[in-house]
């Protein structure tokens, strides 16, 4: 897997998986874009790389920011060869029937239409170039309903739908899609769980153990890289066995 002379760009860059994602295709020689809200966590981000990558700040979630992003990350780098569409929102826990409106619109918004965005703003120069990758981060929920999270259940959803329209789309033209299913991975949301709940958790994983960002980010840039070249269109999950297990 080697990025020399690409141009990647990662929303949600600045934490995460998105960083850990970044640092790993950086290492292996991409140039990369982070785009995320947070200034003073992306300027951290950006440090710690160094000179192959660069921080643009921006909320996906509004599109004038989105394209200023992507167009200076273009202007900074070049075109972009591959683009990490991994930013989103946890969208709450609410019973449907008090489930804040405006909540279910930002999520939606945020997990969904931004993506949307972001393909639609990058793909006239992977056209032009009859080569591109998309990858964008789905979930669980992109496979199963689940309680109390209408919002979000239906984004992931909806991601899921978009990246395989794309990919059928565009594989004539050179430019794979595929949306990437985290389970259980140690982030900075998780970490927050107090250790009693991390142990329920951890025993619905047939693995008996919660996955770390680093190993998402060898999937994710397997699906990035040329060496996934026939590959697109597909979910590809890295849950520990959650979503093949009948105990969930």
């Keep these: 897997m080697d990025?020399?002379?690409q141009h990647?760009?990662?929303?949600?860059?600045?934490?995460?998986?998105?960083?850990?994602?970044?640092?790993?295709?950086?290492?292996?020689?991409?140039?990369?874009?982070?785009?995320a809200r947070r200034k003073e966590l992306l300027d951290e981000a950006v440090?710690?790389?160094?000179?192959?990558?660069?921080?643009?700040?921006?909320?996906?979630?509004?599109?004038d920011q989105l394209d200023a992003a992507l167009d200076a990350a273009a202007a900074q780098f070049g075109p972009i060869h591959g683009l990490f569409a991994n930013a989103g929102l946890t969208g709450g826990f609410t019973p449907a029937v008090a489930f804040d409106p405006a909540v279910f619109e930002q999520t939606i918004r945020v997990n969904l239409i931004s993506v949307f965005w972001a393909i639609q703003k990058v793909l006239p120069a992977m056209i032009e170039a009859k080569n591109g990758v998309i990858l964008v981060t789905g979930s669980m929920a992109s496979k199963r309903g689940m309680a109390m999270n209408p919002a979000y259940v239906s984004s992931k959803h909806g991601v899921?739908?978009?990246?395989?329209?794309?990919?059928?789309?565009?594989?004539?033209?050179?430019?794979?899609?595929?949306?990437i299913i985290p389970g259980f991975i140690?982030?900075?949301?998780?970490?927050?769980?107090?250790?009693e709940q991390k142990g329920k958790i951890e025993q619905r994983i047939p693995m008996r153990h919660m996955g770390i960002c680093e190993e998402l980010a060898e999937v994710a840039a397997f699906l990035l890289s040329d060496a996934a070249s026939h590959v697109t269109g597909q979910d590809w999950a890295v849950d520990g066995g959650v979503l093949e297990s009948i105990e969930v």
């Design 3 to 5: 990025f020399h002379g």
């Design 160 to 179: 899921l739908g978009l990246t395989r329209a794309i990919a059928v789309e565009m594989a004539p033209l050179g430019v794979r899609a595929n949306c």
């Design 186 to 195: 140690k982030t900075e949301a998780l970490d927050r769980i107090p250790p």
């Design 47 to 63: 440090a710690g790389i160094g000179e192959r990558a660069a921080g643009f700040a921006a909320d996906v979630g509004e599109k």
């Design 8 to 35: 990647i760009a990662v929303t949600g860059g600045s934490s995460g998986i998105g960083l850990v994602t970044a640092q790993l295709l950086a290492s292996r020689g991409a140039r990369v874009s982070l785009i």
